[in-house]
């Protein structure tokens, strides 16, 4: 089987298009060809996959990549069985002729994150929201879709399969965790968290725990959060690749799953609760309903107000003072997660279903 795995909006090596459903692909002994941003984010593609290189879209500036892109699967989309698009943006760049062999990896509800889109002018957000809506249903009447959440179900009139956003679980936790730094791994911005971070670093200064951000950030929070390192507050990596991520969040006192209560994020589940959870880490989340569910239900963590630094940094301190706390809560979580959310359980239905729809094609 040929998967054209396609975005032009995220990192080329996003952990679920790369690590997660590239990799199990290509473990099944399928072929790939992927189009992505590759010199926009200074990626050398892995040597098993066929690269196409993109610009990437950012911001306001995306037209010149949605033209690439468009061009790129008109050229070349007809060799592949099936296309697999990940971006929402890219729904508009199918020719025709390609649209019966397009699969949509449906990744958040963007209706919804339009409000967190500061690039976004506010007037244009409610009329943009409707058209979001409008061109989802066209995709479902046109396409065929895969959800990485069962909260967008109610989205879509057909039934179509989810496919969670889970993450290779160790067989063991890697490390128990420590007592000198906590963590955030992911994307960093405002609806993320980013300030409440950087004033809770400011707080645990005092106590002598150090805060590592690792992930990439939003234009907007990337001056604070240099600003904070310049100072001295934190330490931030920038974007590394989320094996390597993972492995070097081991070992601390707690993940950070710092969310606010933004429509977004009401019905998903934060990967990185599952990904903190995996290498046997207490998580601290705020209170958005899944994440805090599955912390609570396993006793992997605690559970902090929004946007509330202050009660966070007790958190941390709690589990900092208190070593037999953290180690139980890190095991008791990389148990949930290897019962529940281990990859490789929802890697074989997602190959399973792109080598169904291909078959059909065929």
Not at 166 to 176: E, F, I, K
Not at 180 to 185: D, K
Request: glycine share 6%; net charge positive.
């Amino acid at each position: 089987m040929r998967i054209f795995v396609c975005t032009v909006v995220h990192h080329p090596e996003d952990a679920r298009i790369l690590h997660r459903q590239i990799r199990a692909l290509l473990d099944a002994g399928h072929e790939i060809t992927y189009m992505a941003p590759f010199r926009a984010c200074n990626v050398t593609p892995w040597p098993e996959i066929v690269p196409v290189d993109v610009p990437r879209a950012t911001g306001r500036r995306r037209l010149h990549a949605l033209r690439m892109a468009r061009r790129v699967l008109r050229e070349r989309g007809g060799e592949a069985d099936l296309v697999l698009l990940h971006d929402p943006e890219l729904l508009l760049a199918v020719p025709r002729r390609l649209r019966s062999r397009t699969v949509w990896d449906v990744h958040e509800d963007t209706a919804a994150a339009l409000g967190a889109k500061g690039w976004l002018p506010a007037p244009m957000r409610i009329p943009l929201r409707f058209a979001v809506r409008r061109l989802e249903r066209r995709a479902e009447r046109r396409m065929k879709l895969l959800l990485a959440e069962e909260g967008y179900r109610t989205r879509f009139r057909e039934t179509h399969l989810v496919v969670p956003n889970t993450t290779n679980v160790p067989d063991a936790p890697p490390a128990p965790p420590g007592d000198e730094r906590v963590v955030y791994v992911g994307q960093l911005s405002m609806a993320r968290g980013a300030a409440d971070l950087i004033e809770l670093a400011r707080i645990l200064q005092a106590d002598g725990i150090t805060l590592e951000l690792i992930g990439a950030a939003d234009a907007g929070v990337r001056p604070l959060l240099r600003e904070a390192q310049r100072t001295g507050l934190l330490r931030w990596y920038g974007f590394v690749p989320n094996d390597r991520a993972l492995r070097m969040a081991e070992g601390a006192i707690a993940g950070l799953a710092l969310l606010h209560d933004s429509p977004n994020y009401r019905h998903s589940m934060p990967t990185k609760v599952v990904e903190y959870m995996a290498r046997g880490l207490p998580v601290v989340t705020t209170p958005n309903p899944i994440a805090a569910e599955i912390v609570t239900e396993s006793g992997c963590g605690l559970v902090v107000p929004f946007q509330d630094p202050a009660a966070t940094a007790t958190a941390v301190r709690r589990l900092r003072d208190d070593a037999a706390l953290r180690l139980d809560m890190g095991k008791r979580g990389h148990e949930a997660a290897r019962a529940r959310f281990h990859w490789p359980e929802q890697a074989r239905l997602f190959v399973a279903q792109l080598e169904d729809w291909a078959s059909a094609k065929a």
